[in-house]
């Protein structure tokens, strides 16, 4: 049992590890949540299943849909996120810190209204589009979907991490997030740093989304509440801004309420309890995460 | 090469921190800017790469108009800014935070200013891979401005270079930095130390709440007895 709850655990992980490293970029650079990203990820899931419904999409191997699937929800999601970012923040970037966090949350209401009343308000299923078939590891057992969501989302970090690491962008990247002025200083364009940061925390998020869609089979238009505070959770327990603790995190969370969904009797009615409650004593006892650093506040 | 008219910045609409500044530095020329603390020297400074809008004046480099320019592209511009207080990135390496200093170059073109970087700090060739919050003060001092060289610039600005150093460390920066200036790179100083800035600058301005007070060829300043009086003690 402590296994196949450890397998689950790394599958949701997985996701809120995708979803989590969308805060933390983000905030790494701006110091800002990103209460849209929630959205973001809802939004995804129906960019996925709108890519999965075109004629010629739904007509070629599965592995194709997959593809394009991933490859279209990640696009459309990323570029969400960038115009997020231009419409709703840039405009109070010399505003009160408070004022873009207001925006963002104005930003997701109304993007939860829109698809609740222009596309629909029901939960709609969404296809699992590979074969379902189960691996059995001693007395556990590992979907194929299972390997699928920790495969695509391990390679996504792998990426991520070696543009973050590796590439010049990647490094202007640590750089505005260390010191937005002295990356300006350095002939780095840091508000092109900041649109980066939301193209690729969106795409991740839309990653997820698919995702996650396909797990659970069916999408709707407040999926992206509980989701999103979970994944913001597992980004503070990492350390929010650190791209590492994001992931450590998230898979903590997912695993955390895996086990504790499957040991403690009637666990899973209420499951979201425990990345809550990890949120509140994190913010107790280690306010600064996992891998942060405590940081005095900037002048 | 930079000319700066009547330049005022005031912060927060009331406190005037730079008030009718003007002065030039010519190609290949050290000059210096003395003052004491809050004399709006750093002020300066981040008026002339763009931090701050200018409430009067301009700012012209090489002929050309500064005003509303962005940061990046002041820098991209020639003006390389060695900020106060140095701000490595210190979460990245010595070898990152130098590759950041010529943002946006060819690999081959970043090679060879790497190694030109490295000649004339041997020790930051050892430091390479280390975090640059790692490093002392004078270390994170010369990485400072060799981060600045890596973008080739046509005029540094440098903001205290010798600030919370150990004097033979000063010395050894200001006998670097005028190295550097032998071979042609155009100099403007920002220090509170007058003497050694004097002793390498060809010529001064003295700043005094965001007023030029004072100014001349380094000699002059020196035997100034105002100056000997506020600055050299």
């Known amino acids: 049992m402590f296994v196949q709850q450890l397998i689950n655990g790394l599958a949701l ?22 209460f849209a990203h929630s959205e973001i990820f809802m939004l995804g899931a129906f960019f996925a299943l709108g890519a999965l419904s075109l004629s010629w999409v739904s007509g070629l191997p599965a592995f ?61 299923p969404f296809p699992r ?30 990426f991520l ?26 002939g780095i364009p840091t508000e092109r740093i900041i649109s980066l940061a939301f193209l690729i925390g969106g795409a991740l998020g839309g990653a997820a989304a698919l995702l996650n869609g396909m797990y659970y089979g069916s999408i709707k238009y407040n999926m992206g509440f509980l989701v999103g505070i979970k994944a913001f959770t597992a980004a503070v327990l990492g350390g929010i801004g650190n791209v590492t603790g994001a992931v450590l995190g998230g898979l903590l969370i997912g695993i955390l309420e895996s086990l504790g969904a499957g040991y403690i009797p009637g666990g899973s009615e209420w499951k979201d309890i425990f990345s809550f409650a990890v949120l509140i004593l994190v913010l107790l006892v280690r306010p600064e995460g996992l891998l942060g650093e405590r940081v005095s506040e900037k002048v | 090469m930079l000319e700066c008219r009547s330049l005022s910045v005031v912060y927060g609409k009331k406190i005037s921190a730079l008030k009718d500044v003007s002065l030039k530095v010519d190609q290949g020329e050290i000059v210096t800017v003395i003052g004491a603390n809050g004399s709006g020297k750093t002020t300066l400074l981040k008026a002339i790469s763009g931090v701050f809008r200018l409430d009067e004046g301009e700012v012209s480099f090489e002929g050309g108009a500064l005003s509303g320019v962005p940061m990046h592209k002041i820098a991209r511009l020639g003006i390389a800014h060695v900020p106060e207080g140095r701000r490595i990135f210190s979460r990245l390496t010595v070898l990152e935070n130098l590759e950041l200093g010529a943002y946006g170059q060819k690999k081959a073109i970043l090679d060879k200013r790497l190694e030109e970087a490295y000649r004339i700090f041997p020790l930051l060739k050892e430091r390479a891979s ?68 004097l002793s390498i600058a060809k010529r001064g301005y003295v700043l005094e709440n965001g007023q030029i007070a004072l100014s001349g060829l380094s000699g002059e300043l020196l035997n100034n007895p105002l100056v000997q009086e506020a600055y050299l003690g």
């Open chain 1, 64 to 124: 194709m849909q997959l593809l394009l699937a991933l490859l279209l929800a990640m696009f459309a999601s990323a570029v969400t996120g960038a115009l997020i970012e231009r419409v709703a923040y840039k405009p109070l970037r010399h505003a009160s810190r408070l004022a873009p966090l207001i925006s963002a949350i104005g930003v997701s209401i109304f993007l939860q209204n829109l698809v609740f009343l222009f596309v629909t308000n029901q939960s709609v």
């Open chain 2, 130 to 197: 280390q975090l640059g919050g790692t490093l002392s003060g004078g270390e994170q001092q010369m990485l400072a401005i060799a981060r600045a060289l890596m973008a080739e610039p046509k005029l540094l600005l440098l903001d205290e270079p010798s600030m919370g150093l150990a004097p033979v460390i000063v010395e050894k920066i200001y006998s670097t930095i005028k190295n550097i200036s032998r071979q042609g790179l155009t100099i403007l100083l920002v220090e509170q130390n007058a003497q050694i800035s």
């Open chain 1, 129 to 158: 589009i590979v074969p379902l078939w189960h691996l059995e590891l001693g007395n556990s057992q590992i979907s194929s979907l299972q390997i699928l969501v920790i495969a695509v989302s391990f390679l996504l970090m792998g």
């Open chain 1, 13 to 34: 992980g997985s996701i809120y590890a995708l979803i989590a490293l969308g805060y933390t970029l983000v905030y790494g650079i701006l110091l800002m949540v990103n």
């Open chain 1, 161 to 186: 991490r070696f543009f973050i690491q590796k590439t010049s962008l990647g490094k202007a990247m640590r750089a505005t997030a260390g010191d937005r002025m002295m990356a300006e200083f350095s």
